[in-house]
């Protein structure tokens, strides 16, 4: 982890390049539905919220392993073990991406407005919501590096495994935002965990045989 920070640090250009692509569409959806006169309804600031995310998420994780040469992998594979090597990866992405949210819901909400009503159900949501994304994109980019890194790839891989999630997230988001009792939501919460959970269990499983590959 002190190196991906170290290196985050010295390339600081992905992290800003990140920030300005949630501050470039938040913004252009704030011209697009001119905010002034109430055209966006709860469900469709719910709906550009989240697709905003998960593009950020995307474009924030697909450059885990997808982005160093196979060189650099072969030097890992000699002086770290491949446990620590995915453990440290998901962690990184998960503060990278918990970043992310909470300074793109921040901006999100003082440009479009936050009808949201129970702010602390929202909040967490959006932290497993974090957490889900950085370790099944982490994975992902790991699956596909071996594929001659191939973006088309990681695409077809993510969709059925971050549907769920999606499903989750947004529900649970729409309840948040009509004030709804938790026990409405603990269902889809507890989902949410379970998912993080296994995805987590199953990077640190798999992620030793594919490393040798």
């Known amino acids: 982890m002190k190196k991906e920070f170290k290196q985050e640090w010295r390339n600081r250009y992905a992290l800003n390049g990140i920030l300005l692509y949630l501050v470039c569409t938040i913004f252009i959806c704030y011209l697009s539905f001119n905010v002034r006169t109430n055209q966006l309804t709860p469900i469709t600031w719910n709906a550009l919220f989240w697709i905003i995310m998960l593009f950020a998420s995307v474009n924030a994780v697909a450059k885990s392993f997808m982005g160093e040469k196979s060189e650099r992998q072969l030097y890992y594979y000699t002086i770290v073990s491949p446990q620590a090597l995915i453990i440290a990866r998901v962690l990184y992405n998960s503060m990278l991406l918990l970043l992310m949210s909470f300074v793109g819901f921040a901006f999100y909400s003082l440009i479009l407005g936050n009808p949201v009503q129970d702010q602390t159900l929202f909040l967490i949501n959006l932290f497993l919501a974090s957490i889900g994304f950085s370790s099944t994109l982490t994975l992902i980019s790991a699956i596909a590096s ?47 965990l379970a998912i993080n959970l296994i995805v987590g269990a199953v990077s640190y499983l798999l992620f030793p045989y594919l490393w040798r590959t």
């Open 146 to 192: 071996k594929a001659g890194s191939n973006q088309t790839l990681m695409a077809i891989l993510g969709f059925p495994i971050l549907l769920p999630i999606l499903l989750m997230v947004i529900k649970v988001s729409k309840n948040a935002m009509d004030g709804l009792d938790w026990s409405s939501s603990l269902d889809e919460l507890l989902t949410l």
